[in-house]
Structure formats: structure tokens, C-alpha cells
């Protein structure tokens, strides 16, 4: 196991999926609230943040039960921080350090370099340089503009370096992770989806003995595979429930039904389509409509679990970003649209929260989900909102609306697969605007609605940029769509990236 400790840096969460990624588990604890028994830990890692370590309320944590003790990486603003404290010199540099840059110098016969070439690119993203190394500190690598680069402490296990291994345009980054963690260290590599996948029915099946648990399944992939992980661990005790909200795409509430059934999911499906539309008539604001939805879905919810006696815990499909989001430096981001799970449960459930989860990255969810036998092409689906279809209807909801952009987006999504681009986009879907413009079909003067298509490619929904899509398929989907659904006439593409703008258009 591996701690990183969090300095607020972007890319903290990135170190975390590169450790990952060497099947080696770690965990990321804000700076100031870490763990406090470091025993089980075989290294750290302390990230970059943006901080300059000279102002005085940047973190200055204490180290004394980390260094010299466990092997350290210190990471860019780790890097200063060491050596601003222990006898080195950190200033502004004179030059802007960011972005590409080339190893021109690596100290020969060093583990952790090895493998590493010259010239090797690695990405820089700092305005304070070390001008002078700590005590006992000897360069290992340097770039044109920044001589110490690259340090280790003599006499400890201590690394340090000021570009971000992290980045996938630090090309030997990975590498060196590696010789750290694995050469280094000696953390053995032994997280990957199957060991994962005994480790937590063991402990689930520890934790919840004999007691019945409810889950909320929303045909996505994290639920999903968290019900299927519960299924393995307790069987029959697992109830799922599965409402329909009337959002759903096309067909969507059947077929995912039938899916969840062939799985072996005890799984009971609520359609609440009528109790969502009636509660949302007449609603115009994104976040109202995001409100009334969670409230109903809550209600439903309700209803249906205290309909099963004697239930102990509540699963959750949690997953590793909402948790260290809720932990932060920072504390929970500034919320631009309200859709955070975590903190969600509601007082009067009074139930104990499970989420099987709550340690893993998306990716590793989709993996996981695979060693589980779960349908490719389930856990290829792209991110679908939790209030559906409802914030991709600008302005207010009508069964008549829901109609247009469920046949809309039926014809997109199956566009989209039929040309083989599915799964070269992130996340698509079509917006239902609400506005009419005049058309011409046959002789006929129209005056009907207008849809925009949106397709995004992105890793995390946090950054976007709108997809290439081919001008014949555009073509083609936008003439599909005008003469086959009744009620549009005008077919636009959404070219805006985010940010400024955002995935959604609610
Ligand atoms: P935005 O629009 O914020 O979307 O760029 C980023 C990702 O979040 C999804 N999204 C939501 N998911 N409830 C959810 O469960 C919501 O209210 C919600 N709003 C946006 C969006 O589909 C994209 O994947």
C-alpha cells in the first residue's frame, strides 16, 4: 500500500492511476488530515500543489514520521518543499517552467533512472525553481532551464523531482514511478481486478453476514457492477431496485431490465414515470428539476425498500473520485451543478451505507466489471446523468418533449453504433431546445423544434472537447432524424468545448 499525500495539486488523482496502473494499490490523504498509523504503508509520495512553498499559508507539513522512515517521492512542489526545509534554497525562477522540456543530463547507474534516456520529455508546471539542493542532496537529472531537476537525499531513500512523472507527456514518467515503487520501495504489484474482487467479497461477506441489503441500480456501469460483487458476496440478500424515472433513453427501463435479470440480479423494476412528470410540469430551472428529481426518486426509493423487512444496509455505487472529492484540501469543489452520491443518503433512510467501490477508479470499475463476466457492451456505456433526459430538455418537461428527444437521441446513439463510432465517443446525446424555427417540408411551411446533437470526448467529464464526427454521418443522422420524428425540423451540432462551456447544457 502506498500513501500519497495531497498538497491540492490538479493532478494528484493522476499519480494515484499511474500507481495504479502498476497493480500496486495506493491511497491519497489531504496533506493536513493523514492517516494516523503509517504501518501499513511501504511508501510515499508527496504531490505537487499550488502553492509556492515561500508563502506562508502554503502546507507545511509535518514529515518526521515519513522521511528516512518509508521510502519518499517527492513530486515538484514535494521537491521545494524538501528542500526549502532542510538547508536548500527555493526562488521565483526567471524563466516560465511549463510544459515540455528535455532530460539533458541523467547521473549515470541510478535505480530510479533507469531505463530513462537522455533528451527524455518530461512536463514541467512550476514558477519556483530549486536554486540550491537540501543537505545531502545529489542531482540526478537536469533539463536545459532547470539544473535540479532530479535530487535524491544521500543516506535516505528519499527522491525528489520537480517535473510531474504523473503526466502521459512526461514519457518515461511511468518508468520512473516504477523504479521507485517497484525497485525502490519493493511494493509488491499484486492489485489487479481479480485480487480486488476476492479481497472485497471476503470482506463483504465479513461485514454484512446474514443481513439483507438494498441497492439502487441505474442501468450504469457502477451500480451495476457493484450489485454484481454483492450478488457474489450474499446472494439472496441482495434486493435491487430499479425505477424508472420516465428520463430514460428510448426502450431503455426493458431492456436494461431483462439484462439485469440474466444476470441473476434479484431485481425488481418500479415504473414512476407518471409520479416524476406530474412533480416536474411546469419546472423550468436545471437546478429545481435536478431537486425535485433526487427528492422523487428518494420518495420512490423509500417506498419500495420499506416494502422488504428487516433490510440492514443501503449499497451505494460510490467510486474512488466522489470520495477524495469529499476529503479535499480544498473541501468538496465549489458545485457547479448539484450531482454529488457521496453525503446523499437521506436522514430518514436510517440505514448503514456499503459502497464496494468507494477505493476504485472508473477505469478500474469497468475491469473489474469485466473479470465479473458483465457484458462488454454494458460496461462500454457511456455516462448517462442521474435526472436523465430532463436536463437536455431546455425548459419545461412535457411526456410530449420526453417523446421527441427519446426517438432523437434512439436515432443518434444507433447512428453512432451502426458507423462504429460508439466507442470512439466518451459520451453523446441529443438536446431538445426550446425554440421553434420555419422550415419547408414538401410544399408545407413548418414551424417546429430544433435539436442539437453533442458528442464529447474526455476522460473524467471534468475537461471535454466536442468529436470530429465524420460530415456524412452528420448528414446522414441529421436527415434521419428530420423525416423520421415527428415535431423537429432543424438539426444543429454542438462545437463548444469544456470549459468554457460544459457536457451537459442544464
Ligand atoms: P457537465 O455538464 O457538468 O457534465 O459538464 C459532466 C458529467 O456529469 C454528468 N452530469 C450529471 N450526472 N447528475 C448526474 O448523475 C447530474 O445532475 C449531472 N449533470 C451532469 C454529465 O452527463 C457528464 O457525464
Known sequence: NVLILDFGSQYTQLIARRVRELNIFCEIFPYNNPPVDLSSYKAVILSGSPFSVRADDAPHPDLSQIRGKLPLLAVCYGAQYLAHFSGGEVAPSNIREYGRANLSYIKEGEPFLEGVSVNSQVWMSHSDTIKKLPTG???????????????????????AIQYHPEVYHSTDGKQMLENFLVKIAEVPQTFTPNSFVEDIVAELKAKIQDDKVVLG?????????AAVLLNKAIGKNLYCIFVNNGLLRKNEFESVLDQYKDMGLNVKGVDASDRFLSQLAGIEDPETKRKTIGRVFIEVFDDEANQLEDVKWLAQGTIYPDVIESVSVKGPSATIKSHHNVGGLPDFMKLQVVEPLRMLFKDEVRRVGATLGIDAELLGRHPFPGPGLSIRILGDITP??????????????NGLREHGLYDKVWQAGAILLPVNSVGVMGDERTYEKVVALRAVESTDGMTADWVHLPYEFLM????????????????????SSKPPATIEWE
Do not use: H, M, W
Request: aromatic share 6%; proline share 0%; hydrophobic share 40%.
Open 400 to 413: 410530449e418533449k420526453v417523446r421527441i428527444l427519446q426517438e432523437v437521441d434512439a436515432v443518434f446513439i
Open 217 to 225: 441500480l441505474s442501468g450504469g456501469v457502477d451500480s451495476t457492477v
Open 476 to 495: 446522414k443522422i441529421s436527415n434521419e432524424i428530420i423525416n423520421k420524428v415527428k415535431g423537429v425540423n432543424r438539426v444543429v451540432y454542438d462545437i
Open 137 to 159: 542532496g545529489v542531482v540526478l537529472a537536469s533539463t536545459k532551464d532547470v539544473e535540479n531537476a532530479a535530487y535524491k537525499i544521500e543516506g535516505e531513500t528519499t527522491y
